[in-house]
């Protein structure tokens, strides 16, 4: 009936879901298996090696459910321009167990119009769903309106560590990029190439947000201000090291 919270309590209560989704982050992610929308068995552990983003809906919800995807839709393209296609998965699954099956979670994916070969729409039975709420620290109770629940995102790092939580049904693009950012860029990859890792170090410090866009870029402006800099200072220290040795040559020749 409740993700993560005393069952014998029957409203939703807002600090104590947030402090409950707080608590779950440095959380190992469980190996769950879950169905896809086309009915085929997944385990969240073959999500592993990419960051991941995970979404719970309830399929029935005409409102909220469909907008908080919409927007993640929107806050996901805009992340994958700045960050490349293929840099993290995303994955939509319905706690709804009655109701979400493999069926009405191909049918949400389609009312949203989500066409994402790494957006992942899952369903599962009741003991598994039980076990992946309380793993992410997500609270929900039954209401009139279907469920009352937060609306959150949870990031998760390619280790499947539980790295932070994203909080809001239209939530700020920097409020997801961020993570996102640190995880893609300031993380080595198994194998990676020193020169690729030290450009990603400099994707992480020039992919900057840009309010007037409401998009992300890249931003050589700060590199180029840190090289200048350098410049200016290598070329006070060249003057002063020839000021010394020409007045120590003069004060050799007076002597």
């Known amino acids: ?56 809906v309830f399929t029935s919800c005409y409102h909220v459910c469909p907008a908080i995807t919409r927007h993640l839709a929107s806050a996901v393209s805009a992340s994958r321009q700045a960050l490349g296609e293929d840099s993290f998965t995303v994955l939509t699954i319905g706690f709804d167990t009655a109701n979400d099956t493999a069926e009405a979670m191909r049918s949400f994916a389609a009312a949203q119009q989500i066409d994402d070969k ?12 039980k076990e ?3 793993n992410l620290g997500f609270v929900y109770y039954p209401s009139p309106r279907g469920f009352d629940h937060i609306n959150q995102v ?29 995880l893609v860029y300031n993380q080595p990859r198994p194998g990676q190439h ?15 947000y840009d309010p007037a866009s409401g998009r992300y870029r890249f931003d050589y402006s700060l590199f180029v201000q840190i090289a200048i800099g350098a410049l200016v200072i290598g070329a006070v220290l060249t003057w002063l090291s020839l000021e010394a040795l020409r007045g120590r040559r003069r004060r050799q020749s007076k002597g």
């Open 194 to 208: 020193l020169v690729a890792s030290l450009l990603d170090r400099v994707r992480l410090f020039c992919t900057v």
């Open 1 to 56: 009936m409740s993700g993560a919270q005393d069952p014998t309590r029957q409203q939703y209560d807002a600090d104590q879901a947030l402090s409950t989704s707080q608590a779950a982050i440095g959380r190992a992610l469980a190996d769950l298996q879950f169905s896809n929308r086309y009915g085929q068995p997944v385990n969240l552990q073959d999500f592993k090696g990419r960051p991941l983003l995970i979404s719970l």
């Open 118 to 129: 790494d957006w992942h729409f899952l369903s599962a039975d009741a003991q598994t769903m």
């Open 154 to 182: 949870t990031v998760v790092d390619r280790d499947g560590q539980i790295y932070t939580q994203v909080y809001g049904a239209a939530f700020d693009l920097p409020w997801l990029m961020e993570p996102l950012k640190q």
């Open 132 to 134: 992946l709420v309380s």
